[in-house]
């Protein structure tokens, strides 16, 4: 069984930054690609980042790239979120997720994930 923890949310004002973790344990993640959804009250889930398990591919939605950075430690099943430059509109919970798979212009969860942490961005 695979589980996810998430860390890192917090109340932040606008500008500054966060860092999100998430580890997981179970099994190993290595293989798996790994990521953030967000979902803001009333709206859809949106992807946010991903990484596959060499890290040598990544990716962003559009409404964080260039401000937001992913990486992971796949020895330790951890992979993190870095969130620079947040704006009000980045206000949402924020979970991790394993198993996502992609394609040139779409990405789809895996079924893998944690109970999320909640990031406020105050202006």
């Known amino acids: 069984q695979v589980r996810l923890v998430e860390t890192g949310g917090g109340t932040v004002q606008a500008g500054e930054s966060l860092r999100l973790t998430c580890a997981g344990t179970?099994?190993?993640?290595?293989?798996?690609?790994m990521g953030w959804y967000r979902q803001a009250p009333g709206k859809e889930r949106e992807f946010v980042a991903g990484?596959?398990?060499?890290?040598?591919?990544?990716k962003y939605g559009s409404s964080v790239e260039g401000r937001f950075s992913v990486s992971r430690e796949s020895a330790w099943n951890r992979v993190y979120l870095q969130m620079n430059q947040l704006r009000p509109e980045d206000t949402a919970v924020y979970y991790c997720?394993?198993?996502?798979?992609?394609?040139?212009?779409?990405?789809?969860?895996?079924?893998?994930w944690g109970q999320g942490t909640q990031v406020i961005v105050s202006s």
């Open positions: 997720n394993a198993g996502i798979s992609w394609g040139t212009d779409w990405t789809r969860p895996g079924d893998f």
């Open positions: 179970g099994r190993t993640l290595s293989w798996d690609v």
């Open positions: 990484i596959d398990g060499g890290g040598g591919t990544i």
